[in-house]
């Protein structure tokens, strides 16, 4: 970044002569530099899952989680400066129960999806805040269907039919291009329980080509088996997936 000494990156509302916003930028970087977060939106539901690394032994398990709730049927998972994913959390409720006090249903996941993204590139506007340091991968089962969301730093947002940020999001996305593309060409498509399998491969396979520090493995789903309510994947689903993910993973080395 040449323009990195001209003072264009001391203010978020300062464009450089080349239409850039730097402080943005740098958002993004501190996005890049957290572990990966996946959302993969199925036949019949919606899987998310983190990479959730853990940079001291003496965390307790399951401390710093990274996948929040929203409302019953609408979670969130975040890549980047964890406190910010926290914040971002709870305005997200704050504007669920606000859609439901006023409208008396449940808010879709694309509204959310639209206001918390007016309220991120807010951010972007005025030399006294500063950006967001997170993607956001916002997932539901609504009135309209399963529906998957990215949020980026600028607030700009996307639906997807599947969609990795965070580190070693360029080989995840690969991994789920791949996965995609057999619905495309008319075969069945995924399931949540095939999705959570498929989502633990591509944690497993991004972390070892990553050779970061030691992590845990986070993941939710909303479907018919939750109530179509945001949830936890139950723990035996999750071990026989983590199981079959360091299984692929040895395989794969070994043809290597």
Same mark, same amino acid.
């Given at each position: 970044?040449? &323009?990195?000494?001209?003072? +264009?990156?001391?203010?978020?509302?300062?464009?450089?002569?080349?239409?850039?916003?730097? /402080? #943005?930028? +740098?958002?993004?970087?501190?996005?890049?530099?957290?572990?990966?977060?996946?959302?993969?939106?199925?036949?019949?539901? #919606?899987?998310?899952?983190?990479?959730?690394?853990?940079? $001291?032994?003496?965390?307790?398990?399951?401390?710093?989680?990274?996948?929040? &709730?929203?409302?019953?049927?609408?979670?969130?998972?975040?890549?980047?400066?964890?406190?910010?994913?926290?914040?971002?959390?709870?305005?997200?409720?704050?504007?669920?129960? $606000?859609?439901?006090?006023?409208?008396? $249903?449940?808010?879709?996941? /694309?509204?959310?999806?639209?206001?918390?993204?007016?309220?991120? /590139?807010?951010?972007?506007?005025?030399?006294?805040?500063?950006?967001?340091?997170?993607?956001?991968?916002?997932?539901?089962?609504?009135?309209?269907?399963?529906?998957?969301?990215?949020?980026?730093? &600028?607030? #700009?947002?996307?639906?997807?039919?599947?969609?990795?940020?965070?580190?070693?999001?360029?080989?995840?996305?690969?991994?789920?291009? @791949?996965?995609?593309?057999?619905?495309?060409?008319? /075969?069945?498509?995924?399931?949540?329980?095939?999705?959570?399998?498929?989502?633990?491969?591509?944690? +497993?396979?991004?972390?070892?080509?990553? @050779?970061?520090?030691?992590?845990?493995? !986070?993941?939710?789903?909303?479907? &018919?088996?939750?109530?179509?309510?945001?949830?936890? #994947?139950?723990?035996?689903?999750?071990?026989?997936? !983590?199981?079959?993910?360091?299984?692929?993973?040895?395989?794969?080395?070994?043809?290597?």
């Amino acid at each position: 970044m040449t &323009s990195i000494g001209t003072g +264009y990156d001391l203010s978020v509302s300062t464009y450089s002569p080349d239409g850039r916003l730097f /402080q #943005v930028e +740098y958002a993004n970087k501190a996005v890049e530099a957290a572990g990966v977060a996946i959302g993969l939106r199925c036949t019949d539901g #919606v899987v998310l899952g983190v990479e959730r690394l853990l940079h $001291s032994k003496l965390l307790v398990k399951g401390a710093n989680r990274r996948i929040a &709730s929203l409302d019953e049927h609408i979670g969130m998972a975040s890549a980047g400066l964890l406190a910010d994913g926290k914040f971002l959390a709870s305005r997200g409720r704050d504007e669920a129960s $606000s859609f439901r006090d006023n409208y008396n $249903s449940p808010v879709t996941v /694309q509204i959310l999806s639209d206001r918390l993204s007016a309220f991120l /590139q807010a951010y972007t506007c005025y030399g006294s805040v500063r950006p967001f340091g997170l993607s956001t991968l916002l997932g539901g089962v609504d009135k309209t269907g399963p529906k998957l969301f990215c949020i980026e730093p &600028s607030g #700009v947002y996307y639906g997807y039919r599947a969609c990795a940020v965070g580190k070693g999001k360029a080989l995840a996305k690969t991994e789920l291009e @791949k996965i995609v593309s057999k619905e495309a060409e008319g /075969q069945p498509g995924i399931s949540v329980r095939e999705a959570v399998k498929e989502i633990a491969r591509i944690i +497993y396979l991004v972390h070892d080509d990553n @050779k970061d520090k030691d992590f845990e493995l !986070e993941m939710t789903w909303i479907c &018919s088996e939750s109530g179509n309510k945001h949830a936890a #994947v139950p723990a035996d689903l999750l071990a026989e997936a !983590e199981t079959a993910a360091k299984a692929a993973l040895e395989e794969g080395m070994e043809e290597d």
